[in-house]
């Protein structure tokens, strides 16, 4: 699958979304050390295992 780049908005809403979705308790896809949810998304996000999909289209 080729890896995806995303622009700093971008990147910044799948965190926060995925962030919250760990703090409610959804389960972490990567085994980590971190507690923080904001530190574990941006992780998952680094590994690349973030099931996010950005569409971008005209308005």
Known sequence: MQEQRHNRYEK??????R??????????????EQHEPILVAAEEYD???????VHRGSK
């Not at 590994?47 to 999909?53: C, E, H, K, M, S």
Request: glycine share 12%; net charge neutral.
């Open 12 to 17: 910044a809403r799948i965190l926060g979304a």
């Open 19 to 32: 962030a919250l979705q760990v703090s409610y308790g959804a389960p972490v896809l990567i085994d980590t």
């Open 47 to 53: 590994a690349g295992v973030l099931p996010f999909t």
